[in-house]
């Protein structure tokens, strides 16, 4: 499995947009770089993922570069809320192989957010 | 909006016993896969299921089984109980096109072995 590499914590005023980078140099052409996060005692959720170009939903902005050997999560105007661990993560997009989708947590970036 | 439900969402077994866990995906989702997390630790993959067939597995114990049904819930079957199997167990399910979509956690079933 292609790996990626975060960094241990981060902080954040709320309020104030969040950079979450994550390295992944390995990615082959067929991984969607995924992020998800997960809160204390809850499941891992979904926040947003891509290909080649940037993407923007309603919780989140992903900005991929354009060598896909790196990518940046971007929370506009971070909350209370928005405190989690944070986890890029590479899905190959194709069935078979040793994959079938299969989601590879590695250590994701703790978000601390201050009031 | 329907979500991966898992069942029981608490369990305490003793040592040795066994446990059985339940994971009921979003509707037309045909794949399921199952992680275990400890305190303090991430989530480690232990088993995948597509189309009913095992399609990945992880670190799973021998002492553990699992099988995806012709519903597509699935089950995690623990035998021999032992204390570090105390944690967190999640089950995720996704559409087949594995890359371009999300996956969806349920909330989780914490077992406790005692």
């Known amino acids: 499995d292609a790996k990626t590499t975060q960094p241990n914590s981060m902080e954040s005023n709320e309020e104030e947009p969040v950079h979450l980078p994550c390295n992944h140099s390995?990615?082959?052409?067929?991984?969607?770089i995924h992020w998800y996060r997960q809160l204390p005692s809850q499941g891992p959720e979904y926040v947003i993922h891509g290909l080649t170009s940037n993407v923007n939903n309603r919780m989140a902005s992903l900005a991929i570069a354009e060598d896909r050997k790196s990518s940046t999560l971007i929370l506009h105007r971070a909350t209370l809320r928005d405190a989690a661990v944070y986890y890029c993560i590479l899905r190959d997009v194709n069935a078979g192989g040793t994959s079938y989708g299969k989601l590879t947590f590695g250590q994701g970036t703790i978000l601390t957010v201050h009031p | 909006a329907a979500g991966v439900i898992q069942s029981p969402r608490h369990l305490i077994k003793e040592k040795r016993e066994t446990a059985t866990l339940k994971c009921y995906p979003i509707?037309?989702?045909?794949?399921v896969y199952w992680y275990q997390q400890g305190p303090g630790q991430d989530p480690q993959f232990l088993i995948s299921f597509y189309e009913k067939m095992q399609s990945d597995k992880g670190s799973i114990p021998d002492r553990f089984s699992a099988q995806q049904f012709s519903d597509y819930h699935s089950e995690l079957n623990m035998s021999s109980l032992e204390l570090g199997d105390s944690a967190l167990y999640f089950c995720?399910?996704?559409?087949?096109?594995?890359?371009?979509?999300?996956?969806?956690f349920g909330q989780g079933t914490r077992l406790t072995v005692v």
């Open positions: 995720a399910s996704s559409p087949r096109i594995f890359g371009n979509t999300e996956a969806f």
């Open positions: 390995t990615i082959s052409g067929t991984d969607y």
């Open positions: 509707p037309r989702h045909d794949t």
